[in-house]
């Protein structure tokens, strides 16, 4: 039996007895500490996989001791600018001895739920509702219509149909010079 848990904003694999070292924890030696965001946990071959976390899932730990890691030296050095500074980090961390891993029945439930729902809305799209929305777009022909922002207005104030009027642009698109001429030309009807 194992777990993936998340403490810190790193992830650690539990296994019981294990002793592992996380970063720092602000509780005493001695103290039990409980980390609910099990990502994923296995037990007796069935793996429970969180989406994010595992529900009800908990990783119970005692605190064994505190200590800081071992040195690292960083070194940063422009050559030929005389700029050279060197500096050492030890970073702390706490040990951990796990107690145990506790895993609800629940889960195994609620997987079952979701992969017997998950059928439906493949089965539910409709062949038939795709039509239909193409006829709707068919029917308010001038929002279908590409055309600039400042040729649409000025159609609209001199209400011209934009279905009769050829764009010039890219790729056929209706320019403020294309509405222009249409109204010149309503104008001298």
Do not use: N, W
């Not at 602000?26 to 500490?33: L, Q, R, S």
């Not at 976390?53 to 050095?77: F, L, N, Q, T």
Request: with cysteine; aromatic share 4%; net charge negative.
């Amino acid at each position: 039996m194992y777990a993936i848990f998340k403490a810190q904003g790193k992830q650690f694999r539990a296994v019981e007895d294990a002793v592992l070292r996380i970063p720092s924890l602000e509780a005493e030696p001695g103290d039990t500490v409980t980390f609910g965001d099990v990502l994923l946990a296995e037990q007796d071959g069935d793996v429970h996989v969180g989406a994010p976390c595992v529900a009800g899932a908990s990783v119970a730990a005692e605190v064994v001791s505190h200590g800081r890691g071992d040195k690292i030296i960083v070194y940063k050095m422009k050559r030929r600018k005389g700029y050279r500074r060197k500096q050492g980090h030890r970073q702390g961390y706490t040990e951990i001895r796990i107690l145990g891993i506790d895993l609800p029945d629940e889960p195994q439930e609620a997987a079952a739920k979701p992969a017997a729902a998950a059928p439906e809305p493949e089965a539910a799209p409709k062949a038939e509702a795709a039509p239909e929305v193409e006829a709707a777009p068919e029917a308010v022909e001038p929002a279908a219509v590409d055309i600039t922002p400042v040729a649409r207005k000025l159609a609209e104030e001199h209400g011209l149909d934009l279905g009769a009027i050829e764009g010039t642009g890219k790729d056929g698109r209706i320019l403020k010079s294309d509405v222009d001429k249409a109204i010149a030309a309503k104008e001298g009807d």
